[in-house]
C-alpha cells in the first residue's frame, strides 16, 4: 500500500529531451516543465487505479492488477494493452515508446522513463 495517497511533483531529470523524444510540441513541453503533476494512486492489494493530472488539466488514469494484462492509455490518448509486474517493490510497464518504472524511495515516488539512453527521472512527495 506504499504508493496509496497523492503526489506532487517535487523535481524532474531529463524532461526536455524525453518530451522531444515522443515528439511533444514546444508549446506544450514549455507549459509542462515547471508544472507540479498531480499522481492520485489508489491501491487495493495487487490492484491499482493510477491518476495523473497534467497542465491542460488533462487526467489521465489507468487501473491495472500486478500481473495481469490491462487496457492503458497515454497522455495523448494512445490506447495499448500491457502487464504491469511489480519487481522489489518496484512497479514496471512498458509504454509503447519507453519503459517506465516506479517505486518509493525514502518516503517519495520516484518515477523513471526510459526510452534508449533517454531518460525522464521525476520525484514527487505525498500531500
Known amino acids: 500500500m506504499a504508493f496509496a495517497g497523492k503526489w506532487e511533483t517535487e523535481t524532474q531529470e531529463g524532461y526536455d529531451e524525453f518530451c522531444k523524444l515522443l515528439g511533444i510540441p514546444d508549446d506544450i513541453i514549455e507549459k509542462g516543465r515547471d508544472y507540479k503533476l498531480v499522481t492520485e494512486v ?75 539512453a533517454v531518460v525522464l527521472k521525476r520525484t514527487s512527495k505525498k500531500l
Open 42 to 116: 489508489t491501491q487495493d492489494g495487487d490492484t491499482f487505479s493510477w491518476t495523473q493530472i497534467y497542465p491542460t488539466n488533462a487526467k489521465v488514469t489507468n487501473k491495472f492488477t500486478i500481473g495481469k494484462e490491462c487496457d492503458m492509455e497515454t497522455i495523448g490518448g494512445k490506447k495499448f494493452k500491457a502487464t504491469v509486474h511489480m519487481e522489489g517493490g518496484k512497479l514496471s510497464v512498458a509504454f509503447p515508446n519507453y519503459h517506465h518504472t516506479s517505486e518509493i524511495c525514502g518516503g517519495k515516488l520516484v518515477e523513471t522513463s526510459k526510452a534508449g
